[in-house]
Nanobody
């Protein structure tokens, strides 16, 4: 099994920045994909960004140019640097890992963007 623990959420003003972290532990295969999803109240969960163990990245259109996903394979940690935050970025952000054909999820961290 894999355990994911997110951190770094909080309250930030529009235009501000926030950095989310997700530390993974457990039986982690070297080939995997980690990503960040978010879900606002009353809305469906959506993919924000993901990154493979080789560094290949994907960004949702809403995140392109503002967010940067990165990972430290040695520490089994993935990061999401969020810049130029907008109120519509407000959501619970969930860390995800696809490992050995199975999806794992963290408990989520709240990000609130408000003036």
């Amino acid at each position: 099994q894999v355990q994911l623990v997110e951190s770094g959420g909080g309250l930030v003003q529009p235009g501000g920045s926030l950095r989310l972290s997700c530390a993974a532990s457990g039986s982690i295969f070297s080939i995997n994909v980690m990503g960040w999803y978010r879900q606002a109240p009353g809305k469906q969960r959506e993919l924000v960004a993901r990154i493979s163990s080789t560094g290949t990245t994907y960004y949702a259109d809403s995140a392109k140019g503002r967010f940067t996903i990165s990972r430290d394979n040695a520490r089994n940690t993935v990061y999401l640097q969020m810049n130029s935050l907008k109120p519509e970025d407000t959501a619970v952000y969930y860390c995800n890992m696809w490992n050995r054909g199975i999806d794992y999820w963290g408990q989520g961290t709240q990000v609130t963007v408000s003036s």
